[in-house]
């Protein structure tokens, strides 16, 4: 079947919605006898997903609930366009493009080998891997050396969206992989304030600029990598080592690489192509962070350990490609997903990684996951007949409890939540005040108790136990069944972290499918862009631009140029 020209299928005309929909009237949730009535409820609902265990028994819905939801699937045929991606078809349709960020983590040497669009993608996906790799090595070993002769110390990764949310996310995970020695920053705002504070404590002479974009037309970026050129040339001339046109390239050379899909671009900003690595149009930002676009991250762990993060997402995608849908991990959190928004009625998802390596993680999964499926229409155009996108947020534990868990456990909306955990400590520590414990176990209890809480709540006869007072007894009861996802796995390793970004990836994709849109196009943010070009002028006082703004932008312009230090 090809999707290109295909009208997606409308969930809501499906047996499987009008089931799902009499089967929630029907449902009287309650998870304390749900795991009484059935003892094997955790072990039944529990799925490995290579390295990580998935425990989905503290879902508030039944097998039958399941059942339907895997009708829906089939009656919206994700399996069939979970295929079509991977063959590499064009499931991108308002872009006519295939969708194979999984290509990017295919082993060396994969039979059959995929070749997609006339393009033998596995060759060509190895070819920039190998030089990507090269490159990383080089300047790990102190090959790579700067204009003066100094090897790296910094490497600085300008870029954003997909070009910084997946680098600096895996970055912050993998510290304890990390070189020592090598330090990544990574810019991407373009208030000046990020540029300014992650450049004026470094030396030009050590610092390597990965200039990371796509199209290479991005404002930000652009805009981000002309002043770090700027810095660089000041400092060096300064220094005495960069005087004339000849040495200003040769500046370029030694201390911008860059990483995109539009080469020409970058060579006409003076980046010597041999200095760039390649990708492909049909790697999305947000699915991009396997491709070269994490330059700066190999060279920060290294080409093994990338190896290894890529491994992992490839046994997701295994698993995926592979395992009927009814036991597939990835599938089903989609399928329950559909069931919060859709039926339920959720309106956001938490992610809460009780991990401190993790806390960039639901910064990146919001552009995963929002701008994938933040849509009114569907693939071919027509509108959604239902929710779309819920919105994803958290923090790591234990701080968000402290902070927002309040509403988690007491209010008044159901947020879906997955909590994700490690068994292993990367630091283990005690804390010889407290009985000599073990600080992880504190930090795991923690994530145990939370999903312990949310699930079984306290009843008004276990809050009157306590002795509370009769008046306190609403405020202190617990009503629990809140949902939540349990993802645990031995340890965070590069591979590892590779399996959780494919699980959300691969979520996206079928909630996506289901509801019909194209998970991989982003026109939402184009109408932003243009605005912002056209008022632009206006703040710096042209008359013509200042005259073409609505009364509400132009008195907000009129306020900027007058308080304006
Ligand atoms: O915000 C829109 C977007 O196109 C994202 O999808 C993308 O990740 C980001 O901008 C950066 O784009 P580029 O890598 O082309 O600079």
């Known amino acids: ?75 919206t045929n994700v399996p069939e366009r979970l295929a079509a991606m991977f063959a590499g078809e064009h499931v991108n349709t308002t872009e006519d493009r295939a969708v194979l960020h999984t290509a990017l983590r295919r082993p060396a040497g994969a039979e059959p080998p995929l070749v997609v669009d006339g393009q033998h993608v596995d060759d060509d996906v190895q070819a920039e891997l190998a030089k990507m790799y090269a490159f990383a090595e080089k300047v790990r070993s102190g090959t790579w050396r700067g204009l003066t002769g100094e090897r790296v110390r910094t490497v600085v990764n300008i870029g954003i969206g997909g070009s910084d949310l997946g680098p600096v996310m895996a970055y912050e995970a993998l510290k304890p992989y990390v ?77 911008f690489v860059a990483v995109s899909t539009a080469l020409d671009k970058v060579a006409a900003f003076g980046i010597d192509p041999a200095n760039a690595f390649g990708f492909w149009d049909w790697v999305g930002g947000r699915y991009s962070v396997d491709s070269t676009i994490g330059t700066s991250l190999a060279i920060a762990i290294g080409p093994d350990a990338f190896a290894q993060l890529l491994a992992g997402f490839h046994a997701v995608d295994e698993h995926v490609r592979t395992t009927p849908i009814e036991r597939n991990v990835p599938v089903l959190m989609g399928l329950l997903n559909v069931w919060y928004v859709n039926v339920v009625g959720a309106h956001t998802h938490a992610v809460l990684p009780y991990s401190q390596y993790l806390h960039r993680f639901p ?114 009861t617990f009503a629990g069944n809140r949902p939540t996802t349990s993802i645990m796995a031995p340890l965070l390793t590069p591979s590892v972290l590779g399996q959780l970004i494919a699980l959300y990836e691969h979520i996206t994709f079928v909630q996506g499918a289901v509801w019909g849109i194209d998970s991989f196009d982003q026109w939402g943010v184009e109408l932003g862009k243009t605005l912002a070009l056209q008022i632009a002028p206006a703040l710096t006082g042209d008359a013509a631009a200042l005259a073409a703004q609505d009364p509400s932008t132009a008195a907000l312009i009129a306020y900027s140029r007058a308080h304006r230090g």
């Open 1 to 75: 079947m090809t999707f290109d020209a295909a009208a997606p299928i409308d969930p809501t005309s499906t047996p499987a919605w009008a089931d799902l929909l009499a089967h929630h009237d029907a449902l009287d949730v309650d998870l304390r006898a749900w795991f009484a009535a059935d003892p094997k409820r955790a072990e039944r609902m529990s799925h490995r997903l290579a390295d990580l265990h998935v425990d989905l028994s503290k879902n508030t819905v039944t097998p039958a609930t399941l059942d339907l939801l895997v009708q829906l699937a089939r009656e």
């Open 179 to 255: 070189q020592e020695g090598v330090e990544v920053r990574f810019v991407s705002n373009i208030d000046p304030t990020d540029i300014a504070r992650a450049t004026r404590d470094l030396d030009p002479a050590t610092t390597l600029f990965v200039v990371a974009s796509k199209t290479f037309t991005t404002l930000e970026t652009l805009t981000n990598a002309r002043l770090a050129r700027a810095w660089l040339w000041a400092r060096l001339e300064a220094a005495g080592d960069v005087d004339d046109a000849t040495s200003r390239a040769a500046a370029v050379a030694h201390h």
């Open 363 to 476: 910064a990146y999964l919001q552009q995963l996951t929002m701008e994938s499926n933040g849509k009114s229409v569907r693939w071919d155009g027509s509108p959604v007949t239902t929710q779309t996108g819920e919105v994803f947020w958290g923090e790591p534990g234990t701080n968000g409890q402290h902070a927002f868990y309040q509403l988690l456990h007491q209010g008044t909306r159901i947020v879906p939540a997955d909590f994700i955990a490690f068994a292993t400590p990367n630091d283990p520590l005690r804390d010889g005040a407290n009985h000599d414990a073990d600080v992880h176990s504190l930090l795991l209890a923690n994530f145990l108790a939370q999903t312990k809480a949310l699930a079984f709540g306290k009843t008004p006869d276990e809050v009157r136990a306590e002795g509370t007072p009769e008046h306190l007894v609403p405020a202190r």
